[in-house]
């Protein structure tokens, strides 16, 4: 599995470009671009995405959103129509790419200039429990709101490794905020505990936002998953 990572716009939003297609070392410059996934195109990330599809020679299958706010999907349209890659988000937050001032809520919605912003084009499904075939990969999305209605968690494995992008459920030593509008504390707590507690120690966590870590340190020593062991 290849791994692209890069921070994107203001608050810094990790994205991803994920292939499990092996890049052949003997191919000549017109070989075939390989498919990849595009995971949290958000603020400014449309750039960047494109200059790494081009030096690493890739082409986005898919963009996946973790969830809705709007420095996870700011550029997700524009990666659509370059690329002509399908969008996906889990449907409990589709509201917030049909309407990114909702989406974004007021005041970041006036500071990044939300009202301009084009939602993706008839975003498809994440629901919880599918899997999707991308790129050489094999996705798993596991729902798990409480930082936002649609917040998911996409377990991708190549067959010889396996990693979790965990959006802004879970981050190194911290999780995603619950006061924020659509927020639900209570609900961030069970998926907490139903769907990140009972994960394998050595499994691999990207976040949205700030380095990775695993799901063993995160048990060991993240505060919010004391809470609710």
């Known amino acids: 599995m290849e791994i692209i990572g890069f921070a994107a716009g203001p608050l810094q939003t990790n994205c ?39 030096e690493h020679g890739l082409a986005p299958e898919a963009v996946l959103l973790t969830h809705g706010h709007i420095d996870h999907t700011r550029d997700s349209t524009e ?7 399908p969008v996906r988000i889990n449907a409990h937050d589709r509201f917030m790419v049909a309407n990114p001032v909702i989406g974004a809520g007021l005041n970041l919605g006036a500071m990044f200039n939300v009202a301009a912003m084009d939602p993706p084009e ?10 999707l075939a991308l790129a050489g990969l094999t996705v798993r999305v596991s729902h798990a ?16 490794e396996e990693v979790l992008f965990t959006g ?35 499994l691999p966590i990207l976040p949205g936002h700030g380095p990775g870590s695993t799901i ?10 004391a809470q609710v062991r």
């Open 16 to 54: 991803y470009l994920v292939t499990g297609v092996a890049a052949d070392p003997e191919a000549g410059a017109g070989a075939p671009a390989r498919p990849c996934i595009v995971i949290d195109p958000g603020m400014g990330a449309a750039a960047r995405v494109r200059e790494l599809c081009a």
């Open 79 to 85: 990666v659509q129509r370059e690329h002509g890659a």
């Open 122 to 131: 008839d975003p498809g499904d994440l629901p919880d429990g599918a899997e």
């Open 145 to 160: 709101p409480g930082h936002s209605p649609g917040s998911v968690m996409l377990r991708v494995a190549d067959g010889a």
């Open 168 to 202: 802004d459920v879970l981050f190194a030593g911290s999780i995603g905020r619950t006061d924020l509008p659509a927020s639900d504390p209570a609900a961030m707590l069970a998926s907490l505990r139903d769907r990140v507690l009972p994960l394998p120690d050595g």
């Open 216 to 225: 063993g340190a995160e048990r060991a020593g993240n505060p919010f998953l």
